[in-house]
């Protein structure tokens, strides 16, 4: 009999809100063969773009069952009315060592390791106008760093900027990214996982 292989993950979430509570959200679930994660970046920040993210995140974690595009299709119709916002999900199946992602809007997702990419996302406002999401699907490997993060860390750093991301633990590449690359006029929230 096989032995079945499941990944392994090791995660961090770090922030800096702009005010005394942060506009963006992000969670992590994890599952015996699956992860599922995302931050959704409320429309302008404060009280009422907190308000907004928890929302999201409520209604995606109640969600799960949907699949990704599904998901955020779903999303963006339950935020109509509202101010809106931007949201990445992904999962991650831990035995087929793959990677399923679906952003809309102003939002970041990359991959160092085995790959460096930036994942592309769909153009748009939830609640207001997006394009049809599309999902990207990349395979794992043991070491692979992912980067989530809003638009309040800076879209132009890269490895030069932080050489010893590929070694770091995913609390300390968390919390050095919020720190070197964090703006100083909005939320900024990273989610990093490191496949171990
Ligand atoms: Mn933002």
Not at 125 to 135: K, M, N, S
Not at 143 to 166: E, N, Q, R, T, W
Request: charged share 20%; hydrophobic share 40%; with cysteine.
């Amino acid at each position: 009999m096989a032995i079945k292989q499941v990944l392994k993950v090791d995660y961090a979430i770090a922030e800096k809100p702009l005010e005394s509570v942060n506009g963006d959200q992000a969670f992590f679930q994890q599952h015996d063969e699956s992860a599922f994660f995302g931050i959704v970046d409320g429309a302008g920040h404060g009280q009422d773009a907190n308000e907004i993210a928890t929302i999201a995140c409520e209604f995606l974690k109640e969600n799960t069952h949907l699949e990704l595009t599904a998901m955020m299709q779903a999303l963006h119709v339950h935020l109509k009315g509202s101010r809106g916002g931007v949201a990445i999900i992904c999962k991650i199946d831990l035995v087929a060592a793959q990677i399923n992602c679906v952003g809309v809007g102003n939002i970041e997702m990359r991959m160092f390791g085995s790959q460096t990419k930036r994942f592309v996302l769909t153009p748009g406002v939830l609640g207001y106008d997006i394009r049809t999401p599309q999902h990207q699907t990349t395979d794992l490997n043991v070491g692979d760093v992912l980067v989530m993060h809003s638009d309040g860390i800076s879209k132009v750093f890269d490895l030069y900027d932080y050489p010893d991301l590929p070694w770091d633990d995913a609390k300390t590449i968390a919390t050095t990214i919020i720190d070197r690359f964090g703006k100083s006029n909005d939320d900024a929230t990273t989610l990093v996982v490191r496949i171990a």
